[in-house]
């Protein structure tokens, strides 16, 4: 699974920002949630703060 969100405000810009990069090759795990089937991969999350 690849999947990006981006969201921003006006007057400043980007505000937010996730990624996420799971893989799996699972074939027994089908229904499950990615992120409890995934073998390897990332979520990353960034948040403005200032």
């Known amino acids: 699974m690849r999947r ?3 969201r921003y405000a006006a007057d400043v810009g980007l505000v937010y ?3 996420s990069v ?3 090759q699972c074939l027994m795990c089908q229904g499950q ?3 409890k089937k ?3 991969g990332f979520i990353l999350k960034m948040r403005r703060i200032d």
């Open 4 to 6: 990006g969100t981006e």
């Open 33 to 35: 949630a990615w992120e």
């Open 22 to 24: 799971l893989n799996t």
């Open 17 to 19: 920002r996730e990624l």
């Open 38 to 40: 995934a073998q390897s």
